[in-house]
């Protein structure tokens, strides 16, 4: 079949960006003829897979959404038998499904007269209103709940994916092979140190801001944040925030890496004090890595921590104490011994890893 895949932005390292590039990799491995098709990229793209790029002339995200829908419906008419979509667009025959349902969120009245949140309801209602025909590919059960409440989306359109976690990032031998004594020594940790690691380029999302305050309380403690540069307008608040806690001195910002496996092998501690995650695939990558974790109950892929026994999960609402005495029994190495040896025996589970190929079996219309 010649299948189209279609997404708005497109870089590295971006979760979602990376499960589009995989899916699309997995489709072509079993015979049929891909393209991606993208607004903008930013890095660099795999040579293996087609792109061709609809350029938006836009100033906002909801009207770039827009138009792109428009130009990708133009570029793929008669062109592709399957039209797979990584954002809410028209025209789809399946949506990968990773955002929350934008009808769902509190929003006042003022907000529901702007371009933005009629533009995003419209984009919405092509993939989930009742009578749509887009079949939806969730990532999490907890994302299916706010599509169904507000649209009445039939379950027999969504399924829920099993984890879609990359197996080439399953590397639990780092932390007894060398590799992690050699990280550890390139970001200039030594044995004291307790390392926390911090994956996300969001910082009011995945709570940065929350674990660059508790760094007051825990001396010992280290910060390494991947995903954000240290140049980046992000990146400045959240400096001139450890300057004035004093603990500058004990934050690395690394940027966006590759060698994610390599990072948690170097880590005491996962943290990951979002205010909201989807799934959190880097907590499940941890988890089987034999990272411990320290996260919030409002990201999707938490109750793996609870049902691996691998770390702590903060209840909401959030508190500054309950995360000071997390951190505090996080520190103790024989629980941190503990969990890490129950995320390595949880990581065997090859279900963990076969999200995306239950998403090419529906493509492909091998699992319909």
């Known amino acids: 079949m010649r299948i189209a895949f279609a997404i708005v932005s497109l870089f590295p390292w971006g979760g979602l960006q990376r499960d589009c590039v995989r899916l699309a990799r997995l489709v072509a491995a079993r015979g049929h003829e891909v393209k991606i098709f993208a607004s903008r990229t930013k890095g660099e793209f795999p040579e293996d897979l087609p792109l061709e790029l609809l350029p938006v002339p836009a100033y906002t995200n909801h009207s770039r959404n827009r138009r792109f829908g428009e130009l990708l419906g133009q570029a793929v008419a008669g062109r592709f038998d399957r039209i797979v979509g ?147 307008a992000e990146a400045a608040s959240l400096l001139r925030q450890a300057r004035s806690l004093g603990v500058k001195e004990r934050i690395s910002l690394l940027g966006p890496r590759e060698d994610i496996a390599e990072l948690m092998a170097a880590a005491d501690l996962l943290v990951h004090p979002a205010r909201f995650d989807t799934s959190g695939t880097v907590i499940l990558e941890a988890i089987v890595n034999g990272l411990p974790v320290l996260a919030t109950e409002v990201c999707g892929y938490s109750i793996h921590i609870v049902r691996a026994d691998a770390g702590i999960v903060m209840a909401e609402p959030f508190k500054k104490t309950a995360f000071k005495e997390a951190l505090t029994a996080a520190a103790d190495p024989v629980w941190r011994a503990h969990w890490s040896g129950n995320g390595v025996a949880y990581g065997a589970n090859p279900k963990l890893y076969s999200g995306l190929e239950k998403a090419a079996d529906i493509i492909v219309g091998s699992d319909q």
């Not at 990584?86 to 990773?98: M, S, T, V």
């Open 86 to 232: 990584f954002d809410k667009l028209p025209g789809l025959d399946i949506l990968y499904c990773a955002d929350p349902c934008y009808l769902d969120r509190r929003s006042g009245f003022l907000v529901r007269l702007t371009p933005r949140w009629w533009t995003f309801k419209a984009l919405e209602a092509t993939c989930f209103k009742p009578d749509a025909r887009t079949r939806i590919l969730a990532i999490t059960i907890p994302l299916t709940e706010g599509y169904r409440r507000m649209w009445n989306t039939p379950s027999e359109r969504m399924t829920v994916l099993p984890p879609v976690i990359d197996s080439k990032r399953h590397h639990p031998e780092l932390r007894g092979d060398g590799t992690r004594e050699r990280i550890r020594a390139a970001l200039g940790l030594v044995r004291e140190h307790f390392a926390w690691l911090l994956i996300g380029s969001q910082p009011q999302v995945k709570g940065i801001d929350r674990a660059i305050e508790a760094l007051r309380d825990v001396p010992a403690a280290r910060l390494i944040i991947a995903g954000l540069s240290a140049g980046s």
